[in-house]
């Protein structure tokens, strides 16, 4: 099937930095991907969904300028927690479409965020 | 509202025994429906969706719209079920959620 990739697995910052977290799509092209949220021991909450070369359309609740999104090519969406806090401390999980019509998501390892 | 729940956080069968983990929806529209799975320490895939009416692993799922469920069953259980399952529901924007998830442990 097909594979996409997330890098940091892990990543430990202060309060008030920035973090990066890259997904990538690496045997196919993706014109949409999905970020999501997991909390310990419960679900996948949509955080938002990204558009190569458009503005990513987020959740009702999730605030746009905290985590920012970008879609810059076919094989590669980045999420910036800006000004991160305690609170943001979480897994982060990116899936991408290999083929529109099928529906099957394809998942990214998930990067742990920790917040100090 | 688009919503998946799964009522069920834990549940434990011996090895042999049926199985069901339930999925109810709630979408105004006609439904796309998914399992997923997630064993130890491997990321999530897609176990079987509705549309495709397939038996994968040994396990089916039914789209029951009057009942508006969704539930995963197999019929004999075996240690390698073991592992978290999460019913997504795609939704109008091509979204997917997912339901809180059910832990699955298949006891030998």
């Known amino acids: 099937g097909a594979v996409v990739s997330q890098h940091p697995s892990w990543v430990i910052c202060k309060s008030g930095t920035s973090v990066k977290i890259e997904c990538r799509s690496l045997?196919?092209?993706?014109?949409?991907m999905f970020w999501y949220r997991q909390f310990p021991k419960q679900s996948l909450m949509l955080m938002a969904t990204s558009n190569e070369g458009s503005k990513a359309t987020y959740e009702q609740g999730v605030e746009k300028d905290k985590f920012l999104i970008n879609h810059a090519s076919l094989t590669l969406s980045t999420l910036t927690v800006t000004s991160a806090h305690p609170e943001d401390s979480s897994f982060y999980i990116c899936?991408?479409?290999?083929?529109?019509?099928?529906?099957?998501?394809?998942f990214g390892e998930g990067s742990r965020l920790t917040v100090l | 509202a688009q919503r998946v729940t799964q009522p069920e956080k834990l549940l434990s069968v011996f090895k042999g025994a049926p199985v069901e983990l339930k999925c109810n929806y709630s979408y105004s529209g006609s439904p796309e429906l998914f399992w997923y799975v997630q064993y130890s320490r491997q990321r999530l895939q897609l176990l079987l969706r509705h549309i495709s009416r397939e038996s994968i692993k040994g396990f089916t799922a039914d789209l029951n719209k009057g009942e508006t469920s969704f539930h995963l069953k197999k019929p004999f259980a075996q240690e390698e079920d073991s592992a978290m399952y999460y019913c997504?529901?795609?939704?109008?924007?091509?979204?997917?959620?997912f339901g809180t998830g059910t832990s699955l442990t298949v006891i030998p």
């Open positions: 997504a529901l795609r939704g109008t924007g091509n979204q997917f959620y």
């Open positions: 045997d196919f092209q993706a014109t949409t």
């Open positions: 899936s991408a479409r290999q083929d529109p019509n099928t529906g099957e998501l394809f």
